[in-house]
């Protein structure tokens, strides 16, 4: 029998040494979202592996080998890739900030060497209201909230991991915050943080919570890494940029701008505009007193109570919105939309979801496929109707005395209306409604492929 190595199996052991090596750096305090990455990608091994497998096939076959392609020792391993790599995206799938389920309260449970120590800091700084004071962490928490005077107060929550206490100390005396003034700001940062470039900090030997007060008026920026963010009652523009946490920022009279990833963003009772950009979580934004921006991936996005206008781009989580009293414009991929109570005009581009758009006031604009399109009417519509689709079905509901001009038309389905006045038209494969219903008024211009078209009064 031929001694030829069977590619597959070396795979395996290179594999495991990759894998090995991430977690070596990890542990040495390189932060790489290992298990963030594994939850997406960890199928690429099936498939690596299986390309080897018909490679192995191909040698062993072309050299006369009978050998069996698997060992018991690699469906083993297999199996348990099989596992562990379903179970991990399992638990994305359910909170995607999959790194946190590795942890407990400030403990590690990756970080299995060492003994955690606490410390604490306290500061506090005259600044002016109305300043621009930048915060900077890395690893913890940032608590910001309104002081009771004009004042920065300042206490800081360090954890240090090392073997003995001495080491602790000494670590926590090269790691301390300060608040500095810098001419057109006030900067609060640690030593170790200092123009970012202790990015490679050790995450295992230093984290820091940081609980702030400033003057109610102040202009806050945030840069964060690893830790959740928080910002409530203050006036002026909020600025917030984080990674591996979430973000919660609550009752602000100014704009807010938000940048995260890995971590849920929820923003509620702003006077002003905001903008929020996420990956990979949920974002919730209400009461926005002026224009909503939102940018998201793999995760769900909910908006309400927005008196400004909406625009909302999402891939691979559903989209809700309700009671917006601009415009609204939604750009989605591969997710369902839901859209309820727009005063202004709605626009929406999705695929492989239904669209539903309840109580819109203003024009409609519907760019659908490989999903359902319905559009319920509780008032009489006076602005037009626009759908485009294919390989969907189009339902709209409208009360009894509603008045239009129909111009429906599908390929390969049916058309259908409660209500009279619109004519049917049929030839092989097409079928179209033209007409006027009542006075006439408003023109709903149809058009898919692969569905149907129903019109329903309402009951």
Not at 151 to 162: E, F, G, N, Q, S
Not at 365 to 387: A, H, M, Q, Y
């Amino acid at each position: 029998m031929s001694l030829r190595r069977s590619a597959g199996g070396i795979f395996w052991g290179v594999t495991l040494m990759v894998i090995g090596g991430l977690l070596l750096a990890r542990n040495m305090g390189y932060a790489i979202p290992i298990w963030g990455t594994v939850a997406r990608y960890w199928p690429l091994l099936l498939i690596v592996w299986g390309v080897l497998k018909v490679v192995d096939y191909m040698r062993f076959t072309r050299a006369g080998d009978d050998r069996s392609l698997f060992s018991g020792g690699e469906v083993a391993l297999l199996i348990m890739v099989i596992l562990v790599g379903g179970a991990i995206t399992t638990a994305a799938n359910l909170n995607p900030d999959v790194e946190n389920i590795f942890q407990l309260g400030h403990l590690d449970l990756w970080d299995i060497t060492g003994n955690n120590f606490e410390y604490t800091e306290h500061q506090e700084a005259d600044v002016p209201a109305g300043s621009r004071i930048e915060i900077v962490n890395l690893y913890g928490n940032v608590d910001v909230h309104p002081s009771e005077s004009d004042r920065i107060i300042l206490d800081v929550t360090k954890t240090i991991r090392a073997a003995q206490k001495a080491d602790a100390d000494r670590y926590s005396s090269d790691f301390t915050f300060s608040i500095r003034n810098e001419g057109s700001r006030y900067r609060i940062v640690s030593s170790r943080d200092e123009g970012l470039q202790g990015t490679r900090r050790a995450r295992q030997y230093y984290k820091s919570s940081l609980t702030i007060q400033v003057p109610k008026r102040s202009a806050v920026q945030v840069d964060n890494r690893n830790g959740k963010v928080t910002i409530e009652n203050l006036a002026g523009m909020q600025n917030i940029t984080n990674r591996y946490g979430d973000i919660e920022v609550r009752s602000i009279m100014g704009g807010v701008e938000v940048e995260n990833r890995n971590g849920s963003v929820t923003v509620e009772d702003v006077s002003e505009a905001v903008k929020i950009t996420d990956r990979y979580s949920e974002v919730n934004a209400k009461n926005i007193g002026g224009a909503l921006q939102i940018e998201n991936r793999n995760g769900s996005v909910y908006v309400s109570e927005v008196r400004g206008n909406a625009t909302i781009s999402n891939a691979y989580g559903p989209i809700t919105a309700e009671n917006v009293s601009g415009d609204l414009r939604i750009n989605g991929r591969n997710n369902s939309i839901e859209v309820r109570h727009v005063a202004g005009s709605v626009t929406a581009d999705a695929s492989y979801q239904n669209v539903t758009i309840r109580d819109a006031s203003g024009p409609i604009t519907v760019r659908n496929r490989n999903g359902d399109v319905v559009l319920e009417f509780v008032k009489p519509p006076d602005k037009d109707v626009s759908i485009v689709t294919q390989y969907s079905n189009v339902r709209l509901e409208l009360p009894p005395s509603a008045s239009f001009n129909i111009d429906a038309h599908t390929e390969h389905g049916s058309v259908s209306s409660d209500f009279e006045g619109p004519e049917t038209r049929s030839s092989n494969r097409d079928r179209s409604l033209k007409g006027r219903v009542g006075s006439g008024g408003p023109n709903f211009n149809i058009e898919t492929r692969n569905g149907d078209i129903r019109l329903e009064k309402r009951g």
